[in-house]
């Protein structure tokens, strides 16, 4: 069934179950159960990102919008109306299921770059939304107040609880994935990335595969941001900003996006950079991000997970 092997994904597991355990016996890395937190939000997003971008060939540079949406759909639904955080979450993912159908049917019908501009639009236009509508979003000073998330009487009120719940909720959407992956369904889509053309020749709805992926990918990155809000209580506009969607693109361009395992090791990777290290350069933050994408694009285009494959080329050459 699945072509990440078994053994491997239980191995991935363990080490994803035990590493609060080991961090906090080690000092020097005990803050990074919480950065491990966001490398699992950032996975939701990237895991959808691949399959639309990697195996269905179709370009996003607004999928931040997606993320904000579901952020905010929540923390507008606890704040202002009091309703439960679980609930609101999956009012969340269907606010952006409906918007990334009424997007993606005309938007989708565009082709590469067209593609491309036409979502980036999208993604200006609602970080737009959430910057000037201080009534219902606080605009840019963002809303406060918003609350943890529990299930009867376990509350999700510790970084280790919190992360628990961020990766079951991670490999549930892998499994789910590559399940999707390894089907007629999946098989549809790299032959839709290969020729749009040819798939449609061999009785493929094109349009609806497209519609349906774009849809599922908004879904992830929707759940993605009800986590982010619920996890810190706090959110504003500018992280849901052209900048982040672009960062999204480098993490599954550094990964691999062909390769569903790509997009949880460009979200670890991007994330420890991002929150451990780039920092201290501060304005040259950008220009790195930057050097990365185009190293990259030019040297590893298949990403890291496809550095053993060109190791044994060069080895057999």
Known sequence: MLH?????????????????????GIPAISNYTDLMIF?????????????LMGYAGQISLGHAAFYG????TSAILT??????????????????????????????KLRGHYLAMATLAFGIIVYIVFNEETEWTGGPDGM?????????????????????????????????????????YGRALRAIHA???????????VSGYKLVVFVYSAVLAALAGSLYAHYLNFINPSTFDLFF???????????????????????????????????????????????????????????LVGVPNLVSGWIRR
Do not use: Q
């Open 69 to 72: 949406i579901g952020a905010y």
């Open 39 to 51: 490398v699992g939000i950032y996975s939701l997003i990237t895991m959808g990102l691949s399959l």
């Open 79 to 108: 704040t202002r109306f009091g309703w439960n955080p679980w609930p609101c979450m999956v009012l969340g993912m269907l606010m952006a299921a409906g918007v990334a159908l009424v997007v993606g049917a005309p938007s989708l």
């Open 245 to 303: 969607s672009i960062k999204l693109l480098i993490m599954i361009a550094l990964g691999g996006m062909h390769d569903i395992r790509g997009a949880i090791i460009g979200a670890f990777l991007i994330t420890f950079l991002g929150y451990e290290w780039l920092h201290y350069f501060e304005d040259l933050e950008v220009v790195i991000y930057g050097a990365i994408l185009l190293l990259i694009t030019i040297f590893l285009p298949a990403g």
């Open 144 to 184: 406060i107040g918003i609350p943890g998330l529990s299930i009867l009487r376990l509350d999700f009120n510790s970084i280790e609880k919190y992360y628990y719940l961020v990766w079951f909720l991670v490999f549930a959407a892998l499994l789910f994935t590559i399940n999707i992956i390894e089907s007629r």
């Open 4 to 24: 990440l092997r078994k053994f491997p994904l239980f191995v991935f597991a363990l080490a994803v179950i035990a590493f609060p355990w080991i961090a906090r």
């Open 195 to 205: 020729s749009e053309t040819a798939a449609a020749s061999t009785g493929i709805n």
